[in-house]
């Protein structure tokens, strides 16, 4: 056993001088041989009888903390090492020690000064690393983020070979959302050590916030068949895996990380965040419900459970959602999704005008915590036009590939689910469901939230078309035709169509009153999408986007089709016929059982297309016509 600040070198040891008695060398070696043994029972005898016998003796006091601190015994332990540094301020060790054990027992403030008291003792580099790692730990926790970052890189420049300060600095820079550079610091600590858990839990959890979902299973997938027990490394896999769209893996992980911690809240949720998104209505549930029951206030739980179904009246869920919204410290996102829930559950109790409060409420949350300038909107809108005045030149060399891509494209809420569900029933289809890769391909193209970005050149275009075929690829489908469902991508319509020849168009078109409001009632995640904070701003965000999928049919007639939601709900099998056939595909009875289809869904409608077509899905924004009518004013006409 290597003990902090008692390693059995010098640097490590009390330099107290003077006529004090002291134990023999022989007496203190037998001791620290004890703790070095792991026999801390022995260990602590022999120091409580040295302690009496030597009072106030530095190396004594300090190996007693260390032993009481084994025995479980920490605030004698903490005593101890105080009296260690009262004896012998100039013992680096024992305030190592002792700040370690601040840190364990979360003290953090109480820890900062005893690691400065350290580093202004320390007498070598290996005692320096050891101060600043803990001092870093000790700033990060409490808050103090940049003054973490540099005692982190101060304990990797006093010991390189230092894996926790490599591991616990590219862990800061996720957290300061500088996940570029905490990627190149754990990739490279990776490298060093491929087989530190730590490393690899960071490594992947900053890769995730970074999209690159599948780098991250390579990542923690051999790390957790290494460490099965590790539920922090289990629950960042279930992440990964659901990132990548591997949800049945991801489920499959979940459960890895309840058996490593049966008492994790979190992964309770992860588990039931993945059966449903594959159809697990019941299980998805039960998981959330087991969540609840280990952490009955649990803001996230709560959210996901009550989306799930409306929250009864009376249920104490309501209290602990009122008293989290009353809490001033809420933070604005949470705040928008716990007043929705509430929206939900006073709308399916009949209560319009207290469900329009918590709805008007949300919103304010939400424009509060992502500000959000429609203006900007139209001006892109505007620019993305001017540039496609004339046809785009068409690429030049390109080479057939194995994938077609469909993009089925239009508001948010407007069916686009159902759509992809349909399609995704029929064998020659694989529905990949929102994929990310065309908006981040437009964005490294200077486009989105507003900006105005690089015109479509052939350098562009074919950039583009890398970039997206790739990631099609990646998905790992045999099957010709793939979808991509994600809604906004209306927007990059021709951008995409220019660069992917290939590619066909299914638009939604569903009546804006009721697509609006459904915006205004669901928490959709993505910056894209947050005009739904503000009623006349998602009327302004319908009216632009018809203005500009009417822009592309004009560009690319043949390859774009409308799809009418409300027809498709009446007409199912016509209107699926009519589908099919626009997505270049010959027609397959499967499409008319499209709820039968298991594969992941995860979007807010994960629950609708599990079951069959049904009408009266466009009117429930009725009941609200008075509390809408500046959106209603605006889309007047349509």
């Not at 540099?150 to 996940?179: C, Q």
């Not at 890398?466 to 990631?471: F, K, N």
């Amino acid at each position: 056993m290597s003990e902090p600040g008692e390693s059995g070198s010098e640097a490590g040891r009390s330099r107290e001088t003077g006529n004090r008695p002291s134990p023999t060398p022989e007496a203190l070696a037998s001791l620290q041989g004890l703790l070095m043994r792991g026999a801390f029972a022995q260990a602590l005898e022999v120091a409580e009888r040295l302690a009496q016998q030597y009072p106030g003796h530095a190396r004594v006091e300090n190996m007693l903390g260390l032993a009481q601190m084994q025995s479980g015994q920490v605030e004698p332990a903490l005593a101890a090492f105080a009296r260690a540094n009262a004896a012998d301020p100039r013992f680096a060790g024992a305030y190592i020690n002792r700040a370690n054990l601040l840190i364990a027992l979360g003290r953090f403030a109480a820890a900062v000064p005893v690691c400065e008291a350290a580093l202004a003792a320390v007498a070598g580099a290996e005692e320096a690393a050891k101060a600043h790692h803990l001092l870093a730990v000790a700033h990060a926790s409490t808050g103090a983020r940049v003054a973490a970052e540099g005692a982190f890189r101060a304990a990797i420049a006093a010991n390189p070979d230092m894996v926790a300060a490599h591991a616990g600095l590219g862990g800061l820079l996720a957290t300061l959302g500088r996940f570029n550079e905490a990627v190149a610091v754990l990739e490279a600590a990776a490298q060093r050590w491929p087989d530190d858990t730590s490393i690899a839990r960071n490594f992947g959890t900053a890769l995730i916030e970074l999209g690159r979902f599948e780098a991250a299973v390579d990542v923690l997938e051999p790390a957790g068949s290494r460490n099965p027990l590790d539920a922090p490394l289990q629950i960042a896999r279930v992440r990964a895996l659901r990132g990548a769209g591997r949800i049945e893996a991801a489920t499959e992980a979940a459960e890895a990380a309840i058996r490593a911690e049966p008492r994790s809240a979190e992964a309770h949720g992860l588990l039931g965040s993945c059966r449903r998104a594959l159809g697990d209505e019941t299980g998805a549930i039960a998981a959330y419900d087991a969540a609840l029951e280990i952490a009955p206030d649990d803001p996230t739980a709560l959210v996901a459970r009550w989306r799930m179904s409306p929250l009864p009246p009376g249920h104490p869920g309501r209290d602990r959602i009122a008293a989290r919204l009353a809490d001033p410290a809420t933070a604005p996102d949470l705040r928008t999704a716990l007043e929705l829930v509430l929206f939900a559950a006073d709308d399916k109790a009949g209560h319009t005008e207290a469900a329009f409060d918590h709805l008007i409420r949300a919103g304010r949350a939400k424009r509060a915590a992502r500000p959000y300038d429609i203006e900007a909107q139209a001006r892109m809108f505007e620019a993305i036009r001017g540039m496609f005045t004339a046809s785009i030149a068409p690429l030049e060399g390109i080479e057939p590939v194995p994938v077609r891509p469909v993009f089925i494209v239009g508001m948010p809420r407007s069916g686009t689910s159902l759509v992809e569900q349909i399609l995704a029933s029929h064998p020659s289809v694989f529905g990949g469901g929102e994929l990310p890769v065309l908006g981040r391909a437009m964005a490294e193209a200077g486009w989105g939230a507003g900006r105005i970005g690089a015109a479509p050149s052939a350098e562009m275009l074919g950039r583009l078309r890398r970039t997206y075929l790739d990631a099609l690829a990646a998905l790992g489908s045999n099957r010709p035709v793939i979808t991509d469902k994600t809604p906004m991508n209306f927007r990059w319509l021709g951008f995409a169509l220019a660069a992917l020849p290939e590619a066909r168009v299914l638009v939604m078109r569903r009546d804006a009153r009721a697509t609006c409001f459904s915006n205004l009632t669901h928490d959709l995640s993505g910056r894209a999408n947050d005009f739904g904070a503000d009623m006349v701003d998602t009327a302004e965000m319908y009216l632009l986007h018809l203005n500009l999928v009417g822009h592309w049919q004009q560009h690319y007639p043949d390859r774009i089709s409308i799809v009418p939601y409300e027809r498709l709900t009446e007409n199912q099998e016509s209107e699926s016929r009519a589908i099919v056939a626009a997505a270049g595909l010959a027609w397959d009875p499967a499409c008319l059982a499209f709820h039968e289809t298991r594969r992941a869904v995860r979007t807010a409608s994960a629950e609708q297309v599990r079951r069959p077509i049904y009408t009266g899905s466009s009117e429930a924004w009725r009941r609200y016509a008075q509390h809408l009518r500046p959106m209603l004013e605006r889309l007047k006409g349509l």
